[in-house]
């Protein structure tokens, strides 16, 4: 009987759930991002969505169940500084929501 690999059956599990536990992880930041760069590209694009982030962005951002509260709170407030440091730099289009929130000075 030949061996495939030199490591106990247990050992290999403990690496493949490891290496799972990584996989989503990184996962489901990337779709976050993805998430948050669709709502500021919807809300760039799409006036009634727009209006909508306007009028009552908690509302609005409710079809978007895979955003977590703090997400949800940071793109309602048009927090720039926390988005860009989840997405990354975000050119003029994608700033549009931001930049008109921040305009309003809702507190």
Known sequence: MHRI?????????KEVEELLRQRVAT????NSKDT??????????DPAFLRSMFNNPHEALKEYYTLNA???????SGDIK???????????????WLWCRLSQEQW
């Open 82 to 96: 926390i988005i860009e440091a989840w997405v990354g730099k975000l050119d003029e289009r994608l700033a549009t």
């Open 27 to 30: 996962d489901e930041g990337k």
């Open 70 to 76: 703090e997400e949800k709170a940071a793109l309602a």
């Open 5 to 13: 690999v030199d490591k106990p059956i247990e050992e290999i599990m």
């Open 36 to 45: 948050i760069l669709g709502v500021l590209g919807r809300a760039a694009d």
